[in-house]
């Protein structure tokens, strides 16, 4: 089946700084990546939708200054947490749709867990 | 506005016992997912329901999903340990604003089987 990945699975920062987390498709093509946000004992919280090649679509209260979305091509979405602080805390994951005959397909990554201290 | 609604958060059952959780949402939808997640990991699909009347069964899960009443339920039988995790629903959010594969989550249902 398809597989998406992400890295890294777990980072812990510094206030202040930034940082990146990659997801990839690994054997198919996406046109379309999904970033969601999950605080402890929570649902998902979708952040925005990235489409390669064109700007992410923010979802309301998501700052996008403050949560880069890069997709430069169809295999990878790139999300940079810029000037973390301790509420940005969370649990990332990405997922990325997958066109098939007759359905939509969305696989997810296995999560990135950040922790600012 | 696009609502998710599950039901209950929290559920303790005992080995080889039934049990139904319920997944409400607030307007039409042609897609309904349901995902496990263990703690401390993502997603795991297990199924997408298509249609009115769609069921789906994977081992001692079934899904099922009734457009008309809005509802889907994931029934759980003759509970193992091994079921332990939380359950999320979800809906397609396309047309409120979103893009294909845009979706809706439920709170989730913390479950948690017992011998």
């Known amino acids: 089946g398809a597989v998406v990945s992400q890295h890294p699975s777990r980072v812990i920062c510094k206030s202040g700084t930034s940082v990146k987390i990659e997801c990839r498709s690994l054997d198919f093509q996406a046109t379309t990546m999904f970033w969601y946000r999950q605080f402890p004992k929570k649902s998902l919280m979708l952040m925005a939708t990235?489409?390669?090649?064109?700007?992410?679509?923010?979802e309301q209260g998501v700052e996008k200054d403050k949560f880069l979305i890069n997709h430069a091509s169809l295999t990878l979405s790139t999300l940079t947490v810029t000037s973390a602080h301790p509420e940005d805390s969370s649990f990332y994951i990405c997922s990325a749709t997958l066109l098939g005959a007759d359905r939509l397909t969305q696989y997810f990554g296995p999560g990135t867990r950040l922790t600012v201290l | 506005e696009l609502k998710v609604e599950q039901n209950p958060l929290f559920l303790s059952m005992q080995e080889g016992k039934n049990y139904t959780i319920y997944c409400n949402y607030s307007?039409?939808?042609?897609?309904l997912y349901w995902y496990r997640q263990d703690p401390g990991k993502s997603l795991e699909s297990l199924f997408v329901?298509?249609?009115?009347?769609a069921v789906k069964q994977e081992g001692r899960l079934m899904a099922s999903l009734d457009t008309k009443a809005r509802l889907s339920t994931l029934h759980i039988t003759a509970a193992v340990h091994d079921l332990s995790a939380t359950y999320f629903c979800a809906v397609d959010g396309l047309g409120y604003g979103g893009s294909q594969g845009n979706l809706i989550f439920g709170k989730g249902t913390k479950l948690s089987v017992k011998p």
């Open positions: 307007t039409t939808s042609d897609r």
């Open positions: 329901l298509l249609s009115n009347g």
């Open positions: 990235s489409n390669e090649g064109s700007k992410a679509t923010y």
